[in-house]
């Protein structure tokens, strides 16, 4: 199996994924082991002195001139993780718990926060055991990074909280005993490099990558499987008109539109038709979806900026050099992470919109609420209710969270991020657009059918007929259900990517373009 140097290599968002889901095995080099241990000596050294070091041997935020004996900085640390467990509501997803542990690796074993070998060794040995932090979703203001949720994430270190082991959601104290695992006790400043950091909302922004990345890829193939139900023309996607606007992700949507149409008999039988433009939601689809396109690279880029960062405090660079920062503070991702939002609301406001286009009965043979017997029948005229209620919540939604702060830790901490609040509103946008997306792919393939025996290009054909396997068309009104929860499940698996891709490889056909590799991760 491939293995990853925690602290030495790049980490990217997609590799982060594959350390989470096992592909990938995570291991902790001879050389990080030297500069880990090097680090924790240093602490340790710190805490015997007479020197005040922030967290090492002084209290926390407002009590951080209270000095500590060095007798009592286990107790200090530990009972910070115990004071500081304060989430609430529902568990993260198991796998966002995966990239916390994975990106806190990645970022303490640098060298720069006085973790002791034995408390990476055992985060890593959770990974690889499957058993996983149980971490409450709310409760972080994304201030000195994530406080609740990794105090949460960590209290399993010392036997305490809750894990996620074979199915179960367990005490982590009976999990151990039937492991014959013992809790750790913690070093000097361990508690405060574990809980300071941006891993709670990083690791929703690695997720948020991933699936807006995967909704991006599919508003342009549902707009185009649109664009041939609606006899749109691909006039606005030419090259040299993007040419004089180059943004990377309009040309890139405008290019990978004229792939999924190459050749096709239903663009080619009306080229020389009457009508003179098309609406906004047809023709403006690159610079729509390219400026999504064009959010989701800064998204990617600041994230794998984050994931690649030192972020707790203090940050020690030897025995005698420590810094008391704010690398801890979620503002750099908090702010990617609410334009990231607003990004995937729009790809579903512009899909909501070419839904209802295709209602209206205005294309030549496709008829309106795109069923030929309607009056008795009401046809596809409701889901597209459900697109709207969909696309309405994601404009609730798309307040950014970064533009409130509320002041905490008795105003030692007067500005937050709230970045954890943005990247779980981001994620739930996301989950919106895909079930609006599988309703324009149900919708899309409905029109297309009226345009038979006339066919589109390989590609779109092949993603058409795939689409036909699953849901059948609708003739008479029938419970939809079913038919929107299979389509939703075709965006959400990514398959009609995998298609696309199969078919333009076997028929050397172009699918991808050249800002592909840019927007790639």
Not at 145 to 156: E, Q, V
Not at 343 to 366: F, M, W
Not at 485 to 501: C, F, K, P, T, Y
Request: hydrophobic share 40%; glycine share 8%; with cysteine.
């Amino acid at each position: 199996m491939e293995t990853f140097n925690y602290g030495l290599n790049q980490l990217t968002a997609g590799v982060a994924l594959k350390l989470a889901r096992k592909e990938i095995k995570g291991v902790l080099s001879i050389e990080t082991r030297e500069k880990v241990q090097a680090s924790s000596q240093a602490v340790a050294n710190i805490a015997k002195g007479e020197k005040a070091v922030y967290g090492i041997n002084t209290g926390f935020g407002p009590l951080c001139t209270s000095k500590i004996s060095a007798a009592d900085t286990q107790t200090l640390q530990e009972n910070l993780l115990k004071s500081h467990a304060v989430g609430l509501g529902e568990p993260v997803p198991i796998e966002i718990s995966k990239l916390m542990l994975v990106l806190k690796l990645q970022a303490l074993a640098q060298g720069y926060s006085g973790i002791r070998l034995e408390t990476l060794d055992r985060m890593i040995w959770m990974l690889e055991n499957e058993v996983i932090p149980v971490v409450p979703i709310q409760g972080s203001v994304g201030a000195s990074g994530d406080l609740a949720p990794l105090s949460h994430l960590f209290l399993p270190l010392l036997g305490l909280g809750k894990v996620h082991y074979k199915g179960e959601i367990k005490r982590t104290v009976e999990v151990f005993e039937k492991l014959g695992m013992n809790p750790l006790s913690l070093g000097p400043k361990e508690g405060l490099a574990l809980i300071n950091g941006t891993q709670f909302m990083a690791a929703y922004g690695v997720k948020i990558v991933d699936r807006l990345h995967n909704l991006l890829v599919h508003a342009d193939i549902t707009g185009a499987m649109m664009i041939e139900g609606l006899m749109g023309s691909i006039k606005p996607f030419s090259p040299e008109l993007h040419q004089l606007r180059p943004f990377a992700g309009n040309q890139h949507v405008a290019q990978t539109i004229l792939n999924l149409l190459h050749e096709s008999e239903i663009v080619n039988s009306h080229l020389d038709c009457a009508r003179v433009q098309d609406p906004y939601s047809l023709r403006c689809m690159p610079q729509v979806h390219g400026a999504s396109r064009n959010a989701w690279l800064h998204l990617k880029d600041a994230i794998e900026t984050e994931i690649n960062s030192v972020t707790d405090n203090p940050v020690v660079f030897s025995e005698d050099h420590t810094i008391s920062g704010g690398s801890f503070h979620g503002q750099p991702i908090a702010l990617p992470l609410d334009y990231a939002c607003l990004a995937a609301s729009e790809l579903g406001n512009i899909s909501d919109r070419r839904i209802y286009l295709s209602l209206e009965g205005d294309t030549p043979g496709v008829p309106k609420l795109l069923l030929k017997e309607t009056g008795l029948n009401s046809g596809l005229m409701i889901p597209q209710y459900t697109t709207a209620a969909l696309a309405s919540e994601n404009k609730g939604l798309c307040f950014p969270a970064s533009a409130d702060s509320i002041p905490t830790s008795l105003g030692q901490e007067d500005h937050v991020s709230m970045g954890s609040i943005g990247a779980r509103k981001a994620l739930r946008v996301i989950e919106n657009v895909e079930k609006i997306l599988g309703i324009e792919l149900f919708y899309a393939a409905q029109a297309m059918d009226f345009h038979a025996p006339l066919k589109s290009g390989k590609v779109m054909t092949a993603i058409h007929e795939h689409v036909r396997t699953k849901i059948e068309p609708v003739i008479n009104d029938r419970v939809m259900t079913e038919d929107m929860e299979a389509a939703i499940e075709m965006i959400q698996s990514g398959e009609l990517i995998g298609i696309a891709n199969q078919v333009a490889k076997e028929e050397g056909l172009p699918f991808d373009t050249e800002w592909g590799e840019l927007f790639s991760f």
